[in-house]
């Protein structure tokens, strides 16, 4: 069964270095998607990094690189430069099956909470 | 371009009775789905709609129901409430083309059993 592990339920981080989070999944799929969810205080997912299963290069999007190492089964988030903004939960999530015939459900870890001290 | 909308915002019910979320996607998206988030049980699926049918169900009773509109728009309905239904209800919508993947999350639903 597909399942998602997040291992470290809290993190501090000071301000302006990097902080790696740590993700590791489990599936049977062949074909599968890794996404980064940053959840505020307010409640509202925000989604940050996707990375396929096929794909070849790590993912990055401006500060934030997804550390993809397959055969591990990890999908770890790296952000760098940490901002006092940056202090919220994260979720690592899986969806099996990619594109527009694979169902979209989500599979979540349950969260780190990072605080980003100043 | 509006992201995705959830009303209300916050409900506050009792015991036994039933309630109605609403969620619009983004415009054109037409992939909705809903989770529900509780402190206990973390982010856990519902169900999703695509094209008005409903494509994934998770584990949840079936008193947890939905529909979607021919516009995208979706509803979630929870009928005879009990205390644990207490959670914030997000749903998420997504583009569905291509090997798109991206799923956009509204702010919630913040349900209060009493």
């Known amino acids: 069964a597909q399942k998602i592990t997040q291992t470290q339920p809290g993190m501090f981080v000071q301000e302006k270095e990097a902080v790696t989070l740590d993700c590791t999944y489990d599936?049977?799929?062949?074909?599968?998607?890794l996404f980064w969810y940053k959840q505020p205080s307010s409640g509202e997912m925000i989604f940050l990094i996707y990375?396929?299963?096929?794909?070849?290069q790590n993912a990055t999007e401006g500060r934030y690189s997804l550390n993809f190492q397959k055969a591990r089964k990890s999908a770890n988030l790296v952000i760098s430069a940490s901002q006092l903004g940056d202090s919220a939960m994260y979720f690592c999530?899986?969806?099996?099956?990619?594109?527009?015939?694979?169902?979209?459900?989500?599979?979540f870890g349950s969260g780190t909470r990072l605080l980003v001290r100043p | 371009k509006a992201g995705v909308t959830q009303t209300p915002r916050y409900l506050i019910k009792t015991r036994g009775q039933q309630v109605t979320l609403s969620c619009s996607p983004i415009?054109?998206?037409?992939?909705v789905s809903w989770y529900q988030q509780t402190p206990g049980q973390g982010l856990q699926f519902l169900f999703e709609?695509?094209?008005?049918?409903?494509?994934n169900k998770g584990n949840f009773p079936g008193r947890f129901s939905g529909r979607q509109f021919s516009n995208s728009r979706s509803e979630m309905n929870v009928s005879t409430l009990e205390l644990g239904d207490s959670a914030l209800y997000l749903c998420?919508?997504?583009?569905?083309?291509?090997?798109?993947?991206?799923?956009?999350f509204g702010p919630g639903t913040r349900l209060t059993v009493l």
């Open positions: 999530a899986m969806r099996e099956g990619e594109g527009m015939d694979s169902s979209y459900k989500l599979i």
């Open positions: 990375q396929g299963s096929y794909d070849e």
């Open positions: 415009s054109g998206h037409r992939s």
């Open positions: 599936t049977s799929d062949q074909s599968y998607g």
């Open positions: 998420a919508s997504s583009l569905v083309v291509g090997r798109n993947n991206e799923q956009f």
């Open positions: 709609y695509f094209s008005e049918t409903q494509r």
